[in-house]
């Protein structure tokens, strides 16, 4: 009845502690057998706290354990479900101790999240009771009266509870019954009590068998043989001086160090009072860590104490005298914490590579921090080196964020080592560190840059299609595809070429390549855009203008625009017999299309009739008389005179200029018919409008008449009366303008006359609306400038005084 009432409250204990650790201490719990087959299903722990099993995977959810603990139990990802990992023994876990929790933690990311689970490890009879030696010898005295109690040595059980000894039974004999007693911490222990006296010399020693019973379902037993010799009396057992000794003992004490000393006295005397001193229980741990001197009582340490690894040890000593009567006691070791344990940092999780873009408190990764000691030498501070864009922030319990604190940019650094310190704060003070390798993944941020603002290229004109015109080059600071640079050219109109007409580019290389020749009267100069893009998601691009200059080769000749360059009409000038020498008389006028010096012209008289008679300017084209004329000068004069650029190599032309020395072309016979018939012509056709206009017609023409020669009469002439201008026609729409070569320039106009009224041919001179005018004095006036490149200007000249209009 007695032992009924002990174990009602027994259990009645433990379901409340259960209870109230489950309430303040977990988020959920659980009660397990021990020994369970690995893949048992503990619980649905995803159910039981309420998680999203579909978020599962991705928020990485695991469970961990402290320290280097054996991984008991796992989380089937796809049910929630939490599992049997390993082997679960109660006993090697929490050895004697009734309540045995197993505390594990769920983890989760993206947030952090974290549930502390308990498991409580629940007793199977797994566990057969055994004796600490196969042979208990007991000497007992024949004068031992009946009812005379003997203690015998106790069995252990590693189960606990109901699992546990719970009797002894002895085998039957006629001397001994078995009386099974209850300690004050609940422990059963055995007496042999003298039922019939004994003899010695009917019987010197007796063999009986003590079987030890636990609680279980079946129940497991074990046995042990008691050897008592019977002697002569001896009726004082051993009596220590305390029920229960109680020891401190810092951890990683020494071999050789005294824990504590037992000490019992026996009131016999003589072999009797000596009392020797034995373990009578303990557990393996603790046989390797401590010894027992027989004699002395003397518990020392022989192995490694560590409060890591267990925090107090219960061990019971027995006292025996010389007959064999025994006691025992009890000692509690507890075992005191240093710090020796340094702080151990875990990397539960990193996000590696971390993106540049990232933003301003990004969780990069989650820290946790272990201390195996105890109170405050397990508290822990944790630092992060300076200089890095990161710092740690505490979360829940010994677990800290990595996050950013500014941005990163991989251009400038591709990886960092960032070191973690953690220190305990115990005496001394116990730290570690651990280096985090964080890589920066690369964002298309960076544009592709051109080397150059502008580029500015030279092509020779009549270049061969496909060759390289220029070339160029753009960086871009990304990594891989986002730094690959793509060049096009940007779509545009050049003189009404589309640019993908005239140049393409490499898209690879940058390089500028000429899809036609140029011509550099066409094409003096134009711009186009190129732009380079990355390869990135989204692209980046720039542009950049290029500027293609066509370099003038001379591929044209020179172009004569008075004479007539056909021929088709013949252009006599008069050269009056009065002329002195270095009298101006003609002009040949020129122009070249090409540029610079391929457009400087220089003149020459190649054929004539009278080769010293006449002279050319060299750069001016302008024929003068190199002596007066004399008598004896034939009148018709042909000169042949050709014009010649200064290109490599030069290219020439030839013109025909006819000159007539005379007073009037009226005496010169080969003119006469040409006047008449012309003359002729010209009044049939009069007579034919007089006609047919009748009046109206005829006062027009007088009118027009009137004022020709009213005009005549006022307008000053250079040489002759009467003159057609000759069309603009001959001034080709390209001929060039280049300042200094001696060439056309776009600002002289040239009007050249023919007579209709005299069957004479005459000319009159050039006329520049930017550089000269005709002065009061019949004076030509040419501005000059210094860097003439044909040598000094030549000075005015005074013209011979034009004939007025009567």
């Known amino acids: 009845m007695e032992y009924q009432i002990h174990l009602m409250n027994f259990c009645v204990w433990l379901c409340l502690s259960i209870f109230i650790v489950q309430s303040a201490y977990g988020d959920v719990s659980y009660s ?194 008691i050897l008592i010799s019977v002697l002569d009396a001896n009726d004082n057992a051993p009596v220590f001086a305390q029920e229960m000794y109680t020891a401190s003992l810092l951890e ?62 219960e061990i019971h000593v027995q006292g025996k005298d010389g007959t064999g ?81 500014g941005e990163l940019d991989r251009e400038l650094v591709t990886d960092y080592n960032i070191t973690i310190t953690a220190t305990d704060e115990g005496s001394p003070p116990l730290s570690s560190s651990k280096v985090v390798h964080l890589s920066v993944a690369d964002v298309n941020d960076n544009p592709p840059v051109f080397s150059k603002q502008t580029y500015i290229a030279h092509v020779t004109e009549n270049n061969t299609q496909g060759s390289s015109v220029a070339s160029v080059t753009a960086t871009d600071h990304d990594w891989r595809q986002n730094g690959t640079v793509i060049y096009s050219l940007l779509p545009g109109e050049v003189n009404g070429f589309p640019v993908s007409a ?50 003038d080769v001379n591929d044209n000749s020179p172009q004569i625009l008075y004479p007539s360059p056909d021929g088709s009409s013949v252009m006599t000038e008069l050269v009056p017999r ?73 290219l020439s032309v030839t013109c025909t200029m006819y000159l007539v020395i005379s007073d009037n072309l009226a005496d010169i016979p080969e003119l006469k018919d040409r006047s008449h018939e012309d003359n002729s012509s010209k009044l049939t056709t009069y007579l034919i409008i007089a006609l047919v206009s009748v009046s109206t017609f005829f006062l027009t023409f007088m009118i027009i008449a009137l004022a020709v020669r009213f005009c005549h009469r006022r307008k000053p002439r250079l040489l002759f009366d009467g003159a057609v201008a000759i069309p603009t026609a001959y001034l080709p729409p390209n001929y060039a303008d280049v300042d200094g070569t001696m060439t056309l320039r776009s600002g002289y106009n040239y009007d050249a006359y023919l007579t209709t009224g005299s069957r004479t041919s005459d000319f009159k001179f050039v006329q520049s609306y930017n550089d000269g005018t005709l002065l009061a004095d019949r004076t030509m006036s040419k501005s000059c400038t210094a860097d003439e490149p044909f040598g000094p200007c030549e000075e005015p000249e005074t013209l011979p005084q034009p004939n007025l209009c009567k």
Not at 274 to 299: C, D, M, P, Q
Not at 507 to 516: E, K, L, N, P, S
């Open 32 to 225: 397990i057998p021990e020994e369970l087959k690995r893949g048992s299903v503990i619980g649905n722990v995803a159910k039981d706290i309420g998680l999203d099993l579909k978020r599962l995977s991705s928020r990485k959810a695991r469970i961990d354990t402290e320290g280097n603990s054996r991984h008991l139990v796992d989380i089937n990802l796809r049910t929630g479900e939490l599992l049997v990992a390993d082997r679960i023994d109660r006993e090697e876990l929490c050895s004697e101790k009734l309540s045995c929790v197993l505390n594990v933690e769920l983890m989760l990311e993206n947030p952090l999240e974290l549930h502390r689970i308990l498991i409580q490890i629940m007793d199977i009879n797994d566990n057969s009771p055994l004796f600490t030696k196969d042979v208990i010898s007991l000497e007992i005295g024949e004068h031992a009266i009946k009812g005379a109690a003997f203690r015998v040595d106790v069995a252990n059980d590693a189960d606990i509870g109901q699992n546990s000894i719970q009797t002894y039974a002895l085998e039957a004999n006629e001397h001994f019954v078995l009386a099974v007693r209850t300690k004050n911490d609940g422990g059963k222990y055995s007496e042999l009590v003298l039922d019939k006296e004994l003899d010695r010399e009917k019987e010197e020693a007796l063999t009986l068998i003590l079987t030890a019973i636990d609680g279980g379902a079946p129940p497991r037993s074990g046995s042990v043989t």
């Open 252 to 313: 990683n004490s020494p071999t050789d160090t005294v824990v504590t000393k037992v000490s019992a006295t026996d009131a016999d005397a003589g072999a009797n009072g000596e009392v020797t001193y034995e373990f009578s229980r303990i557990s393996e741990k603790a046989r390797k860590l401590f010894t027992l001197n027989e004699k002395s009582g003397e518990i020392k340490v022989i192995g490694s104490v560590d409060f890591e690894d267990e925090s107090k040890y």
């Open 325 to 405: 009567l025994t006691s025992d006691t009890k000692i509690s070791i507890e075992i005191i914490d240093v710090n020796d344990n340094a702080p151990v940092i875990y990397l539960k999780s990193l996000n590696n590579p971390v993106p540049e873009n990232a933003p301003q408190g990004t969780e990069v990764g989650i820290i946790n921090v272990q201390d195996r000691d105890s109170d405050s030498n397990r508290l822990i501070r944790c630092t992060i080196q300076q200089g890095v864009p990161f710092k740690l922030v505490p979360s829940i319990k010994n677990y800290f964020s990595l996050l950013t604190t």
């Open 502 to 551: 005239l140049l393409s580019i490499n898209g690879d290389t940058g390089v500028i390549h000429a899809v036609r020749s140029f011509d550099y009267e066409q094409f003096k100069e134009f711009k186009v855009k190129v732009l380079a893009r990355d390869n990135g998601s989204p692209p980046l691009s720039s542009n950049v203008t290029v500027s293609i200059h066509v370099v």
């Open 578 to 650: 009065a002329a002195p020498a270095a009298s101006l008389v003609s002009k040949v006028i020129a122009v070249d299309a090409d540029s610079g010096q391929n457009a400087w012209l220089s003149y020459s008289i190649i054929k004539a009739t009278d080769p010293g008679l006449f002279t050319i300017g060299v750069h001016s084209g302008e024929i003068r008389t190199q002596r007066d004329i004399s008598e004896s000068d034939a009148i018709k004069q042909d000169l042949i005179v050709a014009v010649k650029d200064n290109g490599q190599p030069s």
